[in-house]
């Protein structure tokens, strides 16, 4: 059975600060890593991951994937109040129909 | 106009009820799923349809049942609800040569008495 387990589960931070969410996980015929933001309803997709050790980046957002260490670390530096989310890691797999397993999210409070 | 739309989005129903929440999308997908989430329990797949004729159980379809009316709708019925069917759904599209993008709709709150 595939499975994502995402840690810290909650986390606050004030406005500046650096944050490094992390996802594990374990996956049989592993074919890509996935963070997706929750603001208030409707989770928004952030990054594909399919290679180690590659940076994948967008603006203060930025995220690289380990396969021999099965995780992946979701950074976010000179946080914002805008980025309090619920942030979501799910892994895909090869297997038919490429289905996603979802981690149970970690929620990210900034505070000003 | 939100490219996956969902409805109701808010929903309050008695136990033994039958309760149908629909989505449609304009992103001209093949691929669309249901989601229920749950706190602390991320998304979990209820249902997932490659094409019209394509229609696949998730890993909690107990309780459920779908309909692809067109490429474009996907409904979801839960034939007789029941308190532990309380949750937020969501209906998803994904393209074929990208699965893993999904596009959410706003979601369907629904609570069962």
């Known amino acids: 059975e595939d499975k994502v387990v995402q840690s810290p589960l909650s986390l606050v931070v004030h406005e500046g600060d650096t944050v490094t969410l992390n996802c594990s996980y374990e996956v049989t015929n592993f074919r890509s890593l996935l963070w997706y933001k929750q603001e208030k309803k409707a989770p928004t997709f952030l990054f594909m991951l399919t290679s180690s050790g590659i940076e994948k980046k967008s603006g203060r957002l930025s995220s690289i994937l380990d396969k021999k260490e099965l995780f992946s670390i979701l950074n976010i530096t000179a946080t914002q109040t805008g980025d309090s989310a619920v942030y979501l890691c799910a892994v895909e797999s090869n297997n038919a129909g490429n289905m996603l397993t979802f981690g149970g999210g970690t929620r990210l409070m900034v505070k000003p | 106009d939100a490219d996956v739309t969902q409805t109701p989005r808010n929903r309050i129903t008695k136990t033994g009820k039958r309760i149908m929440l629909e989505c449609s999308q304009t992103k001209g997908h093949d691929r669309m799923y249901w989601y229920r989430q749950d706190p602390g329990l991320g998304l979990r797949l209820i249902y997932y349809?490659?094409?019209?004729?394509?229609?696949n159980k998730g890993e909690i379809s107990d309780g459920y049942s779908v309909s692809r009316q067109a490429q474009a709708k996907f409904s979801l019925s839960l034939e007789s609800a029941i308190p532990n069917q309380t949750a937020l759904y969501f209906c998803?599209?994904?393209?074929?040569?990208?699965?893993?993008?999904?596009?959410f709709g706003e979601g369907s709150r629904l609570t069962v008495l």
């Open positions: 349809s490659f094409d019209v004729k394509d229609i």
């Open positions: 998803a599209t994904s393209d074929a040569g990208f699965p893993g993008e999904l596009f």
